[in-house]
């Protein structure tokens, strides 16, 4: 079933319709949606090299504005939407200790969490339950997740095919690394904060 999805994904690099669904999955990824962007934008990049940089825009762009929407959540919502999703992914003590930890590290903890594999959308919806300045909220959010996406886009112009070839030959472990990244991150976030 991955490796499907791995292949779509290359064959959707080249119509026009890519990077509208590669936003989706950035701005989603940022406020509800579980898999990152990530899962997307490396396929992308790979089967479009000279796309890369764009495609790293897009997804920092979406990824923010999702952002947002997630910030909102914990702001406006947090006793609906934003619990429920806390709770959805079992981290709601998680939240609390981590909604602390904003008076004394806030810009430090959106900084690192953007670019670890610890889900955005956690980050997004405490900082806005934390009641964190949503102008640094923003400014940080370009910065670390502009950092992940466009190091992404350095990485696959310098080094696509060699990346390529890695991927077709062990994509078996690839993506088991993958969504063990993924499923770690929940865990972190859960035993971490």
């Not at 934003?82 to 609390?96: I, K, P, S, V």
């Amino acid at each position: 079933m991955l490796r499907r999805l791995y292949d779509w994904t290359l064959s959707l690099a080249a119509k026009p319709s890519a990077p509208y669904a590669l936003a989706a999955v950035s701005f989603a990824e940022s406020s509800f949606f579980p898999i990152p962007p990530d899962v997307m934008l490396v396929p992308m990049m790979l089967a479009r090299p000279d796309r890369a940089w764009f495609y790293a825009l897009v997804c920092t762009a979406a990824s923010v504005v999702g952002g947002v929407l997630g910030y909102m959540i914990g702001l406006l919502l947090y006793d609906s939407i934003g619990a429920w999703l806390f709770q959805l992914y079992g981290l709601t003590e998680g939240a609390e200790s981590f909604r602390h930890a904003y008076a004394e590290y806030g810009h430090w903890v959106i900084l690192l969490k953007g670019l670890t594999p610890i889900p955005y959308k956690l980050v997004t919806i405490t900082s806005g339950f934390a009641g964190y300045s949503l102008f640094w909220f923003v400014v940080l959010s370009i910065v670390t997740r502009g950092a992940r996406f466009f190091f992404i886009a350095l990485l696959m112009t310098r080094y696509g095919p060699t990346i390529k070839g890695f991927i077709d030959r062990h994509f078996n472990a690839v993506a088991a690394g993958a969504v063990t990244a993924i499923i770690g991150g929940f865990v972190a976030f859960r035993y971490l904060f």
